[in-house]
Nanobody, 116 residues
Framework: QVQLVESGGGLVQPGGSLRLSCVASGFLFSLNAMRWYRQARGKERELVVEVLRSGHTTDYSDSVKGRFTISRDNAKNTVYLQMNNLKPEDTAVYYC?????????WGQGTQVTVSS
């Protein structure tokens, strides 16, 4: 079955960096678009960015544009999210996502906390 396993979250000071990873299995990774979402406490889950199977990305959320970069390694079935110049408002649980038709698949999420 489809499995998405995120890692790389943690506590970081403002201005710091983290790289999130999502290892996928159970489907043909190279044929699927992959997404990173995030959900802050008390807020709705929001799309951060999507990478298509071609490697092209859709527009980043305005709040992360210029600071976050998504990439994928099809040989490793892994999608990454490089996050630089982190801000307290980036604090959230970050989720990896893919879709098969109308079915959404989610990882368990990884917590990112930006605080001094």
């Amino acid at each position: 079955q489809v499995q998405l396993v995120e890692s790389g979250g943690g506590l970081v000071q403002p201005g710091g960096s983290l790289r999130l990873s999502c290892v996928a299995s159970g489907f043909l990774f190279s044929l699927n678009a992959m997404r990173w979402y995030r959900q802050a406490r008390g807020k709705e889950r929001e799309l951060v960015v999507e990478v298509l199977r071609s490697g092209h990305t859709t527009d980043y959320s305005d709040s992360v544009k210029g600071r976050f970069t998504i990439s994928r390694d099809n040989a490793k079935n892994t999608v990454y999210l490089q996050m630089n110049n982190l801000k307290p408002e980036d604090t959230a649980v970050y989720y990896c996502n893919t879709r098969a038709g109308t079915i959404n698949y989610w990882g368990q999420g990884t917590q990112v906390t930006v605080s001094s």
